[in-house]
Structures are given as C-alpha cells and as structure tokens.
C-alpha cells in the first residue's frame, strides 16, 4: 500500500464511459444525478452526459484534511442540496472513490430519504468501506491520486 494508483485524465474519461455502461446494462435508470462534492463533482458531470441525462445536483460533504487525515465524521456544508427535487425520483449518487465508505453511507442516508429509489456509483472502491456502492469501476486499497487534485492550488 506504499505505492499509490494513479489516474490520468484520459484514463478518467474512460472510466466515466465504462461506468456509465455498467449503470444502463443494470438496468436502472436514475433521473437524477447527485454529484457528492467536491470529489464526485467530476466523476458526476461525465458520468451524466455520458447517460443522456441533464439534472444534476450536489451535496457538499467534507471528510478528509490529507493523505488519510480525516475530521471525526463527515459533515454536511453549504450549499446544500435542494431535497425537494428528488422527491419521486430515482436518484444516481457519484462520488470518486468509497474509502471508509463514511460519505456514501451519510449521503444515501440523507438522499434516500427524500426519493423513490437512490443508487451510488464510484470510480473507486476500497475493501474496507463500510457501504458497498452498487456501481464500481475498480477496486484499490492504495491512496489514490485523481487528476483534478493531483496539483495544489494554483
Ligand atoms: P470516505 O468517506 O469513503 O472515507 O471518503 C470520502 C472522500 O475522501 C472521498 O470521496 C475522497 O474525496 C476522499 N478520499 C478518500 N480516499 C481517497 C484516496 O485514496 N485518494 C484521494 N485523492 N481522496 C480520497
């Protein structure tokens, strides 16, 4: 676990491609995008376009300070997600990586609540989350380096 998993931007975009299939061969079909922010917001933007499907809201959650530096529990921070739109609605939750598995489980709680039917899918899970996302593109128990914060802040 030394070594890291590195995904580059390429890489990314077939991700998204292979995920996107592996949620419409299941079978679902979310009407709706919930981006867990800020890590999921990219994940969830191609992951919506390469499903057709143009509602898309995120809920801002912060877990992690560093590499494998957390706060106690996730939190909840503003903006917050307008619930209201999910009523009735099947719900696709993305997110990039499920590591504790902490967020997912927080967010599926809190969004499952309000819609008819809430799924998660991740780029990436490890093996010891706690939630098991229904959709995966591959496992890892590495830290993972993802493009959009591979670089500090300009
Ligand atoms: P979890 O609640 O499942 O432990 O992780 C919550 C968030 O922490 C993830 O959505 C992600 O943004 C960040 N995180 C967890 N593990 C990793 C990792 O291996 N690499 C990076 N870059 N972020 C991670």
Redesign the pocket.
Known sequence: PDE??ILGWDQFGEAARDLAREVRDSGFEPDVVVA?A???LLPAGALSYALGLKACGTLN?E??TG??A?LPD?VVLPPLLDTAALVGRRALVV????????????VQRLVAGHCEEARTA?L?A?SH???APDFVWRR?D?????PW?ALPPV
Request: no cysteine; glycine share 8%; aromatic share 14%.
């Open positions: 890291r998993e867990v800020r890590g999921g959650v877990f992690y590499i494998d957390r996730p997110d990039d990586v499920a590591d504790t598995g902490e967020t997912l489980a927080l991740v990436y490890k989350s706690i939630v890892t590495r830290w993972i380096t993802f914060s």
